[in-house]
């Protein structure tokens, strides 16, 4: 072998000190304006709660009978859908349909963790789940008095589900949504 070959390698194989390292992985840093709250006030629901100011509030009716409350945040093309249901010793039923509407996510979800609640002052006991992944609905929660009133809710994007893309704003959403649940009072 010639000399120059036998350089040419030796130079090849120590010329480069450089460790190449993958970068970790990393969210969007979005800034989001600072949460004001402020009430509901819609007179026809039976309970009444703090909403962002920055969202829009409509409520969802069928055959003039009250099925819930769209709360929409336009900017973040995100929905909270919050359906009610009156409590007629069927507490049971309801809660059952609510956990069946998270564990529909498990399949795709990459996590989910469950968040109780219960105030007995206030008479609010339910759950709230943050759920991980490309999924249909990143939050999802429970609330009900025990005898008369049952809401449970749900946040959807309009978007296909990239969790990666839309976690500032899911974290952003959930503090409402959690809030709503802490400031909720029923009529």
């Known amino acids: 072998m010639k000399p120059y070959v036998v350089l040419l390698f030796v130079l090849i194989c120590f010329s480069c000190d450089e460790v190449l390292v993958p970068k970790p992985k990393a969210f969007l840093s979005l800034d989001y304006p600072k949460a004001s709250y402020h009430e509901s006030l819609i007179k026809e629901l039976p309970f009444e709660f703090e909403k962002n100011r920055l969202s829009r509030l409509s409520v969802s009716k069928k055959n003039n009978i009250l099925k819930g409350v769209i709360i929409s945040y336009p900017t973040l093309k995100a929905s909270i859908f919050i359906n009610y249901k009156k409590v ?74 990239n969790y990666d893309s839309i976690f500032p704003a899911i974290k952003y959403i959930q503090k409402d949504m959690i809030h709503l649940i802490e400031s909720l009072h029923w009529n």
């Not at 609510?98 to 989910?112: V, Y």
């Not at 449970?152 to 296909?160: D, H, P, Q």
């Open 88 to 161: 007629n010793n069927n507490l049971k039923k309801h809660i059952a349909d609510a956990r069946k509407m998270t564990q529909k996510h498990l399949q795709i979800a990459d996590e989910i963790s469950e968040r109780k609640y219960d105030d007995d002052r206030r008479e609010i006991y339910g759950m709230f789940y943050d759920i991980k992944g490309n999924v249909a609905s990143q939050s999802q929660f429970y609330v009900t008095d025990s005898s008369k009133h049952f809401l449970s809710g749900a946040l959807y994007f309009e978007t296909e589900p």
